[in-house]
């Protein structure tokens, strides 16, 4: 999971036209999904980015440094990040 990417729809919205970015997806084995790579390719430059990850077990704290630098290597600014513990796996989750 480290660092790869996936396919996306191309995206309905210009993410020029925003000052602030605010992205959120699951972890996965300690890592922002895959997703989150091919969301954080497309950023452009000089943004304010908010992250959030959501995960029932660890979090991020082994790629939050990782992380913060793709942002940053984009030329945006990371100016909040937080791992939200659900401490519930998927298939336990009630409807």
């Known amino acids: 999971m480290r660092r790869k990417t996936v396919a996306i729809e191309p995206l309905t919205v210009d993410l ?17 999904a895959p997703i989150f790579n091919s969301i954080a390719k497309l950023l452009p430059t000089g943004k304010e980015v908010e992250l959030f990850f959501c995960s029932a077990g ?18 945006c600014t990371v100016t909040s990040y937080r791992d939200i513990h659900t401490g519930i796996l998927p298939g336990k989750m009630k409807e």
């Open 16 to 32: 020029n036209d925003f000052d602030r970015i605010v992205i959120g997806c699951p972890v996965w084995a300690g890592y922002p």
């Open 58 to 75: 660890s979090g991020t704290q082994k790629s939050m440094e990782g992380t913060k630098a793709l942002i940053e290597s984009k030329g």
